[in-house]
Nanobody
């Protein structure tokens, strides 16, 4: 069974870049056909799919975030990462990494990110 674990700072200042890493175990992020997503949840906006990176390194982003988001990977560590630039308090949320795209098969436990000076 695939397991995912998010890591990164829980507090980010406005205008800075939010950076999170997802460590995957029980499966390889390069396995043919698999996609790996970042999703966030906030009380005000609900659940929001942010973007994904596919097994071959291709990336797809939500149009609403496309100017600020970047997803990358480190295949040697079986990790994929999220960077979200120019954050505002509206970006405060619980951030999840997950296996899948249209259908999510496994979720990380989530990590709370607060945006505050």
């Amino acid at each position: 069974q695939v397991q995912l674990q998010e890591s990164g700072p829980g507090l980010v200042k406005p205008s800075q870049t939010l950076s999170l890493t997802c460590t995957v175990s029980g499966g390889s992020i390069t396995t043919n056909g698999y996609a790996w997503s970042w999703i966030r949840h906030s009380p005000g906006k609900g659940l929001e799919w942010m973007g994904l990176i596919e097994y071959d390194g291709s990336t797809y982003y939500s149009p609403s975030l496309k100017s600020r988001i970047s997803i990358s990977r480190d295949t040697s560590k079986n990790q994929f990462s999220l960077q979200l630039s120019s954050v505002t308090p509206d970006d405060a949320a619980v951030y999840y990494c997950a296996q899948g795209g249209g259908t999510i098969y496994f979720w990380g436990q989530g990590t709370q990110v607060t945006v505050s000076s």
